[in-house]
């Protein structure tokens, strides 16, 4: 019969796991999150700092870059881990609710990570350079049409935005119409904003609402206005955030504030 060990040696083999388990780093599994939404989220700061993000967190993200609004579907729908967005989020919301009545909306979280400049972009030959942000609400109010007003060539502007949720349309009319859509006879809406630089790259009339890093991209130039027109790009949660998705998001924050 192999004798007992005194308690006190027990309880002194007990605390020493105890403290060795105390000091040992937390580890935590890697996880691979996937991330649907905004293209200006993923542009500005997916794209270029995602190898950074999953060396900070030890996750793999798989990144769907796809709009505002798909990004939340998808994250109501349980096919995303996080959404990007990159307008307000009960903009966005109220928009969703109009084509998908009914979801739990109220359970989403926002969580804001940086702030970029909206690009106010014009054809090459257009000599409007400078412009009051006051003379882009009377464009979007359809009460300037014309880039005489403005100082340029008697020529009609043609507004371009990008429909379907787009998060650049979507800032620029919470900022200007309170979130009201721009009706007018002189908008046309692109799908892609891509297709939308293109058309500011053939017309000379056109006036574009788009994300700074594809203007500065395509070499666009733009109508740089007193004050600046801005999204807020920010991760998206069903409710509180898994442990993963939270180091990711703080993760962000500490990689968004070095960049400012």
Do not use: C
């Given at each position: 019969?192999?004798?007992?060990?005194p308690?006190?040696?027990l309880?002194?083999?007990?605390?020493?796991?105890?403290?060795?388990?105390?000091?040992?780093?937390?580890?935590?599994?890697?996880e691979?999150?996937?991330?649907?939404?905004?293209t200006?989220?993923?542009?500005?700061?997916?794209?270029p700092?995602?190898?950074a993000?999953?060396?900070?967190?030890?996750?793999?993200?798989?990144?769907?870059?796809?709009?505002?609004?798909?990004?939340l579907?998808?994250?109501?729908?349980?096919?995303?881990?996080?959404?990007?967005?990159?307008?307000?989020?009960?903009?966005?919301?109220?928009?969703?609710?109009k084509?998908?009545?009914g979801?739990?909306?109220?359970?989403?979280?926002?969580?804001?990570?940086?702030r970029?400049?909206?690009?106010?972009?014009?054809?090459?030959?257009?000599?409007?350079?400078?412009?009051?942000?006051?003379d882009?609400?009377?464009?979007?109010?359809?009460?300037?049409?014309n880039?005489?007003?403005?100082?340029g060539?008697?020529?009609?502007?043609?507004?371009?935005?990008?429909?379907?949720?787009?998060g650049?349309?979507t800032?620029?009319?919470?900022?200007?119409?309170?979130g009201?859509?721009?009706n007018?006879?002189?908008?046309?809406?692109?799908?892609?904003?891509v297709?939308l630089?293109?058309?500011?790259?053939?017309?000379?009339?056109?006036?574009?609402?788009?994300?700074?890093a594809?203007?500065k991209q395509?070499?666009?130039?733009?109508?740089?206005t007193d004050?600046?027109?801005?999204?807020?790009?920010?991760?998206?949660?069903?409710?509180?955030?898994?442990?993963?998705a939270?180091?990711?998001?703080?993760?962000?924050?500490?990689?968004?504030?070095?960049?400012?």
């Amino acid at each position: 019969m192999t004798p007992r060990k005194p308690l006190r040696t027990l309880f002194k083999a007990a605390a020493l796991a105890a403290a060795i388990l105390a000091a040992a780093p937390l580890v935590v599994r890697a996880e691979t999150l996937i991330v649907q939404g905004s293209t200006t989220f993923n542009r500005a700061f997916m794209e270029p700092q995602q190898a950074a993000l999953e060396a900070a967190t030890g996750h793999v993200l798989t990144v769907i870059p796809n709009k505002s609004m798909p990004g939340l579907i998808a994250l109501l729908e349980g096919r995303a881990h996080l959404a990007m967005i990159s307008a307000p989020l009960e903009n966005e919301i109220q928009m969703l609710e109009k084509v998908m009545p009914g979801l739990p909306f109220d359970q989403l979280q926002t969580h804001e990570i940086l702030r970029v400049r909206v690009s106010v972009a014009v054809h090459p030959s257009n000599t409007v350079r400078k412009a009051k942000i006051d003379d882009v609400k009377q464009i979007l109010l359809g009460r300037v049409t014309n880039w005489a007003a403005l100082g340029g060539v008697s020529k009609a502007i043609r507004i371009v935005l990008v429909g379907g949720g787009g998060g650049v349309t979507t800032a620029v009319e919470s900022q200007f119409l309170d979130g009201k859509q721009v009706n007018l006879p002189n908008v046309t809406y692109m799908k892609t904003p891509v297709q939308l630089v293109q058309v500011v790259e053939q017309d000379p009339a056109a006036i574009g609402f788009a994300q700074l890093a594809l203007v500065k991209q395509r070499g666009i130039p733009e109508m740089v206005t007193d004050k600046p027109i801005e999204q807020v790009l920010s991760f998206v949660t069903f409710g509180p955030p898994s442990p993963a998705a939270k180091s990711v998001v703080e993760s962000a924050r500490k990689i968004a504030d070095k960049l400012m």
